[in-house]
């Protein structure tokens, strides 16, 4: 009995423990040639989208000109709606010619707190076409790490990109950690299953990401593609797609702020 009282003890702590915790609301997105092909309605189109969000981590920044100026447009855009945000852009990434690309990840400043602006993993330069770019974020004083990850295409052997950086998280870094990003393969594929078996989970599952170019009667959704993992010390209290798009006749417009649709993970950290 005594056990037993014991035992609902800790559970109900936990449970106070952790309901005392600051929620945070994370999207991912690959935002189709994020540069100077996207104008100022459209940036401010992707900033509704995005504006409730406090974290969100960008895939497909032009690594020429135009990109770095296009996220700190959007930064400002989303700095006139209410919230102050902040932002850093990696690098472009050390790729074969033509695929070379930057990551951007920007944060509402009033949630979230950094000590450093992040950096591409070299270590995985050789095994990978695009480095994943990781950066360390607070909340409340609690340290979780974001890495912003965008494969090559299915057709590519993207499946060996993410055994890859697989080995490299489970070797080399601490959790909380989240994994954001277009891996080019559905998570329900068994390259997963050693992210899966160290505790590591999906936000979305059966939920397809990306955008057909034309609708086929009320249906216009096409891979289950992009998605968002989280560590076993990472409490997702949601997990889903925004769709932007909702009907046929909007998907040509829809085309033009992006190909993909974000993923949103809802969490608190354990």
């Given at each position: ?39 100022s309605e459209e940036l401010n189109e992707i900033a509704e989208i ?184 990472i409490y997702k209290t949601e997990g889903k797609t925004i769709d ?27």
């Amino acid at each position: 009995m005594l056990k037993k009282l014991a035992f609902l003890i800790l559970i109900v702590f936990h449970c106070v423990v952790l309901g005392q915790h600051k929620e945070i609301k994370l999207l991912s997105w690959n935002i189709k040639d994020f540069g100077r092909t996207k104008n100022s309605e459209e940036l401010n189109e992707i900033a509704e989208i995005v504006r409730d969000a406090d974290i969100l981590a960008i895939q497909e920044v032009v690594a020429g000109y135009g990109g770095a100026q296009a996220v700190a447009k959007l930064a400002d855009i989303l700095n006139r709606k209410g919230a102050k945000w902040d932002y850093v852009i990696s690098d472009p990434t050390n790729s074969p010619k033509y695929i070379t690309e930057r990551y951007a990840i920007v944060w509402k400043t009033n949630n979230i707190k950094i000590k450093n602006r992040g950096w591409l993993v070299s270590e995985l330069d050789s095994l990978v076409d695009r480095e994943p770019f990781l950066l360390d974020l607070y909340v409340e004083g609690n340290k979780f790490t974001l890495i912003n990850f965008h494969s090559r295409p299915y057709n590519k052997d993207p499946e060996s990109e993410i055994i890859a950086l697989s080995n490299f998280i489970i070797d080399s870094l601490e959790t909380p950690l989240i994994i954001a990003g277009d891996f080019n393969v559905d998570e329900k594929i068994p390259v997963f299953d050693f992210l899966k078996d160290n505790g590591f989970k999906a936000a979305i599952s059966n939920a397809k990401t990306t955008l057909k170019r034309k609708c086929d009667g009320t249906d216009y959704l096409n891979h289950p593609i992009d998605n968002i993992f989280y560590s076993q010390d990472i409490y997702k209290t949601e997990g889903k797609t925004i769709d932007f798009v909702k009907f046929c006749d909007e998907l040509e417009d829809a085309r033009k702020l992006s190909d993909h649709l974000p993923v949103l993970l809802r969490f608190k950290i354990n």
